[in-house]
């Protein structure tokens, strides 16, 4: 019964060949992080890029404000005038809207995944907003 019992705390304390799995597992954990942190930084690239040109079309369209105010129609050709300079594709602008001091454009971004594609996950798709105020005389 000792030698028994001996035999079977031997075998539960025995721990050869637990370090490959955990090798495995730990090697899979990192390079499910690495592909988050290098797809996670393209998206947020991609946002930025997309925030930094919705504002800049939308500052082109307030720059056509005249004495009479802001108006639709010369604001969205100036706005979508400088997203076809900027390279910006059709169907990537979500929405031009303009009101009678404001110029607001939403824009999406899609950039392919590098580590995403394991897992499916082809591209990433970000949206971004500008909004750019027309002022008129001396107002702030």
Not at 47 to 66: D, F, L, P, S, Y
Not at 79 to 104: C, N, Q
């Amino acid at each position: 019964m000792k030698r028994r019992l001996h035999t079977l705390r031997r075998a539960i304390a025995d721990d050869r060949g637990v370090i490959g799995p955990a090798v495995a597992m730990l090697l899979i954990v990192v390079l499910i992080g690495a592909g988050l942190v290098f797809d996670g930084g393209r998206a947020l690239a991609a946002r930025r890029q997309a925030i930094n040109t919705a504002e800049a079309a939308a500052r082109a369209g307030v720059a056509t404000v005249t004495a009479d105010g802001l108006r639709e129609d010369p604001a969205r050709a100036a706005t979508l005038d400088f997203l076809d300079a900027a390279g910006v594709a059709r169907s990537d602008i979500v929405s031009i809207t303009v009101t009678a001091t404001t110029v607001t454009v939403v824009l999406t971004a899609r950039r392919d995944a590098v580590f995403g594609q394991l897992i499916g996950n082809d591209s990433i798709v970000v949206r971004g907003s500008g909004e750019a105020t027309a002022t008129f005389g001396n107002s702030p």
